[in-house]
């Protein structure tokens, strides 16, 4: 016997698509489908003032180099300042 829709879903329309869903077994990303620089990679990521991010995108831009390279370099300086190794 199947679930009775939500009261969202008969509104949305979603009932149609979880039932479309149910069932289908997914798999991960082949390592062919992901880029080369992101093989092997680990996504670090948090939530920040919108003014940090327009901070760190300016200097990013007066530096010419990209947000993921600041980053590296703040972790870096993390490690470092703890005794850890630079592996960023």
């Given at each position: 016997?199947?679930?009775?829709?939500?009261?969202?879903?008969?509104?949305?329309?979603?009932?149609?698509?979880?039932?479309?869903?149910?069932?289908?077994?997914?798999?991960?990303?082949?390592a062919a489908m992901v880029p080369?620089?992101?093989?092997?990679?680990?996504?670090?990521?948090?939530?920040f003032d919108k003014d940090v991010?327009?901070?760190?995108?300016?200097?990013?831009?007066?530096?010419?180099?990209?947000?993921?390279?600041?980053?590296?370099q703040a972790l870096n300086a993390?490690?470092?300042?703890?005794?850890?190794?630079?592996?960023?």
């Amino acid at each position: 016997m199947a679930n009775k829709p939500t009261l969202a879903e008969t509104f949305s329309g979603t009932e149609q698509v979880r039932q479309t869903v149910v069932g289908v077994e997914t798999t991960p990303k082949p390592a062919a489908m992901v880029p080369p620089s992101r093989q092997g990679k680990k996504m670090i990521s948090g939530h920040f003032d919108k003014d940090v991010h327009r901070q760190l995108k300016m200097l990013a831009l007066e530096k010419e180099t990209s947000i993921q390279n600041l980053l590296s370099q703040a972790l870096n300086a993390l490690f470092e300042r703890n005794d850890m190794p630079p592996i960023a």
